[in-house]
Every structure is written in structure tokens, then in C-alpha cells.
């Protein structure tokens, strides 16, 4: 049975040199992200107050000279941008627990620096903070029956996304494709948020670069699949937020007839969305959005 670091790695080299750079910082994020949480699990709240100040990270070989037995080996460093002195004044205090951290996430480095983040880096934020508000509560439209059109490479990207959360979210990569292969067709429906303003209303996905998606899978066994996403639905949008994809809700439909034979997540290559497969696009009316 194939591991799950194999199946990933091929699943890296088949998404091509671009993607497989995003996958991989990525990863590297949400070892990060793991790092910090162990460093201060005792103080979670510290944790998170780090995250929310991190601007971006980098690893990197330091190539200047050096002096003792280690000179003629390669020198690795973990570096940090972060835009608040308490949050660098907290690294600074724990860098040699939190480099601990980052190798027992797979992150193995000889050095952590942290820098402050200037400019128009400390717009960034590499953990955003999501307000959920009453009054930015997110809400499915279906105004005029309009739907977001994606160029086709948009939508390949975001599936792809899937199909690695998938590899993260079940125990090996077999079952994984397990589960892919159920799925005839897939679609990635964007969400409209709305909320009113002195000028009507707006998208706040827009606006705030923060979209969402509805991911709805078209099989045959509609009722094995809804098993499968009640248990591990939750998991899979997880994972595929940590990698940059915002799913609403994962919503089953039985696959039509013209689906026959078709399939969006392909072990080789890139996925190919439902409106790419040559069969006609299933439409998605009010009631079923509800």
C-alpha cells in the first residue's frame, strides 16, 4: 500500500514545478503554524497572538562565511517577519524551544531569526484574523440566478487543492482515491457574500480578497457520499483552508446520466472541473442552495 509521503510526492511532481512551489510553501505554513502552536501550548493565546503577527517566512542558506567545525557544512535558516515588538519580544524569548518545534514538524534548520516586518509587508498577514460577525455573517446568494464564472485553470487549481486535502485528511493515499473516485463531476461554486452600505450592497469577497466556495460533488451513490462527507467533511475543508482554499460547504448530488464514464480528479495531472468534462453543466436551484 502506497504511503501517504509517496502518494504526495507524486502527487507534487504530477501538478507541475509552479504548483508544486505553492503546495510546498504551503506545507511549510502550516508546519509553522504547528511549531508555534507546540511552543506555546501552554499559552495558547500567545501562540495566537504570534500567528496573527507574522507576516511572511522564508527558509533560506546562509552562504557567508563561518568559523568552527561546523564551516564547511551548509547553514539553513528559518527567518520571521513580524510587525509586533511584543510578538518578536516572545519569539525572542522561546527561539531555541521554537526551533525544536519547527524540526519536529519537518522543518530542519540550524538557525531562527526574526525581523521586523516594514512597509507594505506589514500589510500581510500570513494568519489573517477572520471576523465573524453578525453583521459580516456570510450568505449564499442566488440573485438573478447568477453564478461566478472561473477561468477553467482557476477552478483546476482549486480542485487540485481538494484532491491534496484529501491526501492529508484520510490515513494512506489509496484511500484517498478511494474517495475521489466516486466523484463523476466536481464544482467549486463561488459564494457571493453581500452586506449593505451607503451604496447598495457589495461582495465582500471582492473587497476583502477573502472568497468562499461551495464544493458539490456529482456521484452516483449519493448516500454512501453523504456518509463519507458527514464524517470527514469537516476535516476536508479544514485542510483545504490551510492551503488557501475557502470551502462553505461540501454539498452532494447524484451524478446525471451524461456524467457516465467521467471523473474531475485524475491521479495524473491536473483535475478537470465539472464544465470541462464535455457533459452539460447540472444547474443548482434555490432549494438545493439552501
Not at 140 to 168: F, N, P, Q, Y
Not at 200 to 218: A, F, I, T
Not at 231 to 260: C, F, M, N, T
Not at 278 to 288: D, F, I, K, R, V
Request: net charge positive; hydrophobic share 40%; glycine share 6%.
Amino acid at each position: 500500500m502506497q504511503s501517504l509521503s509517496t502518494g504526495l510526492s507524486a502527487l507534487v511532481a504530477d501538478l507541475g514545478p509552479e504548483a508544486a512551489q505553492a503546495l510546498k510553501r504551503a506545507r511549510n505554513k502550516e508546519r509553522y503554524r504547528a511549531a508555534v502552536e507546540r511552543t506555546w501550548r501552554a499559552r495558547p493565546e500567545v501562540a495566537q497572538f504570534v500567528l496573527e503577527h507574522t507576516n511572511g517566512i522564508y527558509i533560506a542558506r546562509d552562504d557567508r562565511p563561518r568559523k568552527g567545525p561546523a564551516k564547511d557544512r551548509d547553514w539553513w535558516v528559518f527567518g520571521m517577519y513580524l510587525d509586533d515588538p511584543a510578538a518578536r519580544t516572545e519569539v525572542d524569548a522561546w527561539q531555541s524551544v521554537l526551533l525544536q518545534a519547527l524540526r519536529a514538524e519537518g522543518i530542519t534548520v540550524d538557525e531562527l531569526r526574526f525581523l521586523p516586518a516594514k512597509w507594505d509587508m506589514r500589510k500581510r498577514k500570513l494568519f489573517p484574523v477572520e471576523e465573524e460577525t453578525g453583521a459580516h455573517a456570510a450568505r449564499a446568494t442566488t440573485a438573478d440566478g447568477a453564478r461566478a464564472v472561473w477561468r477553467e485553470e482557476d477552478e483546476s487549481r482549486g480542485l487540485d487543492i481538494v484532491k491534496t486535502a484529501a491526501c492529508l485528511v484520510f490515513g494512506d493515499v489509496e484511500q484517498a482515491w478511494a474517495f475521489l473516485e466516486q466523484v463523476r463531476g466536481a464544482v467549486l461554486d463561488e459564494v457571493l457574500l453581500r452586506e449593505p452600505n451607503e451604496a447598495g450592497s457589495r461582495r465582500d469577497g471582492k473587497v476583502q480578497n477573502e472568497k468562499w466556495y461551495w464544493l458539490v460533488l456529482y456521484v452516483d451513490d449519493v448516500q454512501g457520499m453523504q456518509r463519507i462527507v458527514d464524517a470527514y467533511g469537516d476535516a476536508l475543508r479544514s485542510q483545504a483552508r490551510r492551503l488557501g482554499l475557502r470551502i462553505r460547504k461540501v454539498a452532494v448530488r447524484e451524478a446525471p446520466p451524461a456524467l457516465a464514464g467521467c471523473r474531475s480528479f485524475r491521479r495524473q495531472g491536473r483535475s478537470v472541473p465539472l464544465r470541462s468534462l464535455g457533459a452539460e453543466m447540472p444547474s443548482l436551484s434555490p432549494a438545493s442552495r439552501s
